[in-house]
T-cell receptor
């Protein structure tokens, strides 16, 4: 079974719309970390955020916000007022403290149409 | 620029060739990683090095051979590859090993095509 599921393969929105990227994870660890990365067409994954399993506070950074809910094992990412530069593939990832593993989802390709 | 560089950016090789991918990090990190990214599949962690010692090998075929001479450099030696090995190979580094929850910083990748 997938450790990290990103059910949305591709999303297209018109510029200035809000968009939410879903991420559902699975782990038995009580201590774990969740991440979001952005991969623009250039190919380089860019780190966006890290949350640990004990911190369920939602976070906002500019137009980006993250909603972490342990009850539903979800760590969703919302982009407000999307821009063309937001077009990229976004990956959610899970790091477990046991086993030294880092699990990525299959990614969501976001296209923002001008 | 994330502080992780990879060379070459593109590589085409035949199945009988031997080549090496190089990764260098300028972040003072202690852990380095090789990933394989194929279309429509999650990133696959291939190797993990911490303080130049290999700590993880996710059952990668022996035609891929990593080398970590110091904490700033990581190589992936390739020999007798198969066409299905064509992919984007990404290098990453982090302050410490993954299990401690440190974020990883990625290089731009090497696009490998095996003919």
């Amino acid at each position: 079974a997938q450790k990290v599921t990103q059910a949305q393969t591709e999303i297209s929105v018109v510029e200035k719309e809000d968009v939410t990227l879903d991420c559902v994870y699975e782990t038995r660890d009580t201590t774990y970390y969740l991440f979001w990365y952005k991969q623009p067409p250039s190919g380089e994954l860019v780190f966006l955020i890290r949350r640990n399993s004990f911190d369920e506070q939602n976070e906002i950074s500019g137009r980006y916000s993250w909603n972490f809910q342990k009850s539903t094992s979800s760590f969703n990412f919302t982009i407000t007022a999307s821009q063309v530069v937001d077009s990229a593939v976004y990956f959610c990832a899970l790091s477990e403290t046991t086993g030294n593993q880092f699990y990525f989802g299959t990614g969501t390709s976001l296209t923002v149409i001008p | 620029e994330t502080g992780v560089t990879q060379t070459p950016r593109h590589l085409v090789m035949g199945m009988t060739n031997k080549k090496s991918l190089k990764c260098e990090q300028h972040l003072g990190h202690n852990a380095m990683y090789w990933y394989k990214q194929s279309a429509k599949k999650p990133l696959e962690l291939m190797f993990v090095y911490s303080l130049e010692e290999r700590v993880e090998n996710n059952s990668v075929p022996s035609r891929f051979s990593p080398e970590c001479p110091n904490s700033s450099h990581l190589f992936l030696h390739l020999h007798t590859l198969q066409p299905e090995d064509s992919a984007l190979y990404l290098c990453a580094s982090s302050q410490e090993e993954t299990g401690l929850g440190y974020e990883q910083y990625f290089g731009p990748g090497t696009r490998l095509t095996v003919t």
